[in-house]
């Protein structure tokens, strides 16, 4: 919906209510970027931040820190440092299926 595509089905629980808030509505002019994350990508880096860091956040930080990620890697921020918060917890997705896969590791940054 933020992107300015139609409402989708997706399985990363918070990321969106289906509608464009007030609060963004306020913020878009500020807004650099939207990237759009498959699913299981998503999925993927919850899984890894938990193994690699020891950190158990939710779904939408794993989200995040692909985001993150991708844009480290350009290279006009190069020696640049790139902040992302992790804003839930993944204690309430412990019963997600398919979250907490230790085969599926997410691709590395």
């Keep these: 919906m933020y992107s300015g595509g139609?409402?989708?089905k997706h399985r990363v629980i918070g990321i969106g209510p289906g509608f464009v808030t007030p609060n963004f509505e306020r913020a878009r002019d500020r807004v650099d970027e939207?990237?759009?994350v498959d699913d299981d990508v998503a999925f993927a880096w919850t899984a890894r931040i938990a193994r690699t860091e020891g950190l158990l956040v939710g779904i939408t930080s794993?989200?995040?820190?692909?985001?993150a990620c991708t844009v480290a890697r350009r290279p006009e921020f190069r020696g640049k440092t790139v902040v992302t918060l992790?804003?839930?917890?993944?204690?309430?997705y412990l019963s997600t299926p398919g979250l907490f896969r230790p085969e599926d590791p997410a691709t590395p940054c």
Aim: glycine share 16%.
């Design 6 to 8: 139609p409402q989708g």
């Design 34 to 36: 939207i990237l759009l």
């Design 62 to 67: 794993g989200a995040a820190a692909w985001a």
């Design 86 to 92: 992790f804003y839930d917890t993944g204690e309430r």
